[in-house]
C-alpha cells in the first residue's frame, strides 16, 4: 500500500466520521449544557444576594470560588511545608552520617494540619473500600441465590427488611461492634475508618445483591439448557453461562451501590465525626466563621462532582467489560 491510498483512506476515514456529527449536533451537544450552567449560576448569584444566614449572606458563585482557590492554596502550603520538614531533616541527617557513619537517623513524617484535598481523598479511599467489601459479598451471594430457587424464597425476606435501613440506625450498632471487637495493639486502620467502610457496605450491598439475583434470574432458558446438555460444572456454567448474560444487571446494581455508598459515607463521617468531607464540612459549620458557609458549599459541589465522576467511571466499565455495548450512557 502506498503512502498516497494510506492518507487517501485516512482522508475518507475522517470524512465519514464528520459527517456523523454535524455543526448542529456538536452545538446541541455541547452548547445546551452550557447554557444550563450558566443559567443556573445567574439564577444562584441573583439568589445567594437576598438570602441571608446567621453567618452572613449565602454566597455566590464568585466567593465559592474564590473559598476554592484559598482551599487549594491551603493544600499547597502544607505540602511546601512537608517537603520543606523533610529536606531539614534529610540535611541534618547528612551531616550526623558525615561525623558519625555508624549513627543510626530516621525521618519523621510531617504532622501538618489535615486540608481539605487530604479529607477528598480520605473519603474517596474509605468510600472505595466499603464498595468493593459491599460488591465481594453481594455478587457471589446474588449468583448463588439466583441459581437456587429455595434460597431465594429463604434469603428474599431478610433481604427486604434489611434493604431500606437507614445509615442513621446503622452507624450507632456499627461503632460498638467496632469498638469491641477491634482491639488490636498496632492497627493497620483506624477505628474511624473501620467504621465508616463498614457502615458504607451494610447500606450499599442491597442494589448490587437484588440486580444480580435479577440478572441471573434473567438468563435464557436456551442457554441454560444448552449448559445442562454439555453438562458443564458449575463454576464454568457460571463463567461462561450466566456471568455474560447478568453483567449489563450486575453493573447497574454496582451503579446505584455506589452512588449510595458515596452519600452514605458523608453522612458516617458526619456524625461519626471520622476523617473525611463529611467531617469538613461539619467543622465549618461548627467553626462559624465569615468564610465557612463558602466553603461548605465547595465541599458541596466538590462531593457532587466526584460522585458524578464515580458513576461515570462505572459506566465506562461496563461498557468495556459487558458483550452488549449498547449499554446506556444516561
Request: net charge neutral.
Amino acid at each position: 500500500m502506498t503512502q498516497a491510498t494510506i492518507v487517501a483512506s485516512a482522508t475518507d476515514f475522517v470524512r465519514q466520521k464528520a459527517a456523523l456529527f454535524s455543526p448542529g449536533d456538536v452545538l446541541r451537544a455541547l452548547g445546551m449544557p452550557i447554557v444550563g450552567i450558566l443559567a443556573f449560576l445567574f439564577l444562584w448569584h441573583i439568589a445567594a444576594q437576598n438570602v441571608a444566614t446567621s453567618l452572613g449572606t449565602l454566597p455566590g458563585p464568585a466567593d465559592v470560588a474564590h473559598q476554592a482557590g484559598n482551599l487549594w492554596a491551603d493544600y499547597q502550603e502544607q505540602q511546601q511545608r512537608a517537603a520543606e520538614f523533610i529536606a531539614m531533616q534529610e540535611e541534618r541527617n547528612a551531616q550526623i552520617l558525615a561525623n558519625n557513619p555508624d549513627a543510626e537517623v530516621r525521618i519523621r513524617s510531617f504532622s501538618g494540619s489535615v486540608t481539605f484535598i487530604d479529607q477528598i481523598l480520605t473519603s474517596l479511599g474509605t468510600v472505595m473500600a466499603g464498595f468493593l467489601l459491599a460488591s465481594l459479598i453481594a455478587v457471589p451471594l446474588g449468583i448463588l441465590v439466583g441459581l437456587n430457587r429455595h434460597l431465594h424464597q429463604a434469603v428474599n425476606p431478610v433481604i427486604q427488611v434489611f434493604k431500606p435501613v437507614s445509615p442513621l440506625a446503622w452507624l450507632p450498632i456499627v461503632t460498638l461492634v467496632v469498638s469491641a471487637t477491634y482491639t488490636v495493639d498496632d492497627p493497620m486502620f483506624s477505628k474511624a475508618f473501620i467504621t465508616s467502610m463498614v457502615t458504607v457496605s451494610l447500606c450499599s450491598l442491597w442494589p448490587t445483591l437484588v440486580n444480580t439475583i435479577m440478572g441471573v434470574n434473567s438468563v435464557s432458558q436456551d442457554l441454560r439448557n444448552v449448559s445442562q446438555v454439555l453438562r458443564l460444572p458449575f463454576l464454568t456454567h457460571v463463567w461462561k453461562v450466566v456471568l455474560p448474560s447478568s453483567i449489563p444487571m450486575i453493573f447497574t446494581g454496582m451503579r446505584m451501590s455506589l452512588g449510595i455508598a458515596w452519600m452514605v459515607l458523608i453522612a458516617a463521617e458526619m456524625l461519626a465525626q471520622s476523617p473525611g468531607l463529611g467531617k469538613f464540612v461539619w467543622d465549618e459549620f461548627q467553626n462559624g466563621s465569615s468564610e465557612s458557609l463558602g466553603r461548605i458549599m465547595v465541599a458541596v459541589i466538590v462531593i457532587g462532582m466526584i460522585g458524578l465522576l464515580l458513576d461515570r467511571g462505572m459506566l465506562f466499565l461496563q461498557r468495556l467489560l459487558s458483550w452488549d455495548k449498547s449499554t446506556a450512557t444516561h
